[in-house]
């Protein structure tokens, strides 16, 4: 018996389109979107957190301009300085006295 007369059958039950190079491609998208280091799950849960993170900067950007606003008002606006040192720390002039309350 010769091995190069021998002829590979085709089972009846496999489709023609069914070839060994496309079964190697196949396998091949499978193992870059399932497998290794940068697969399609890792990139897809990065971009998520990439997501989340930029989100975080927005908020920070936000928070950041706040008090930089609220700081150049402390500086330049004397009467918002005097309000916030009364309320918050409790401060008076020389010639005042000052009753607190618990009564809303």
Not at 22 to 35: D, T
Not at 54 to 60: C, F, H, P, V
Not at 68 to 73: G, L
Request: aromatic fraction near 12%; glycine fraction near 0%.
């Amino acid at each position: 018996m010769n091995l190069r007369n021998l002829k590979f059958k085709r089972p009846k039950w496999l489709p023609l389109w069914l070839s060994l190079p496309f079964v190697i491609f196949i396998a091949f998208i499978v193992m870059l979107l399932f497998y290794g280091e940068n697969n399609y799950m890792q990139i897809n849960d990065q971009k998520k957190e990439i997501d989340k993170i930029n989100a975080q900067i927005k908020e920070l950007e936000d928070s950041a301009k706040l008090y930089e606003r609220k700081t150049q008002e402390l500086n330049t606006d004397k009467e918002t300085l005097e309000k916030i040192a009364r309320e918050q720390y409790s401060m008076k002039r020389t010639n005042e006295e000052v009753f607190i309350t618990d009564i809303p």
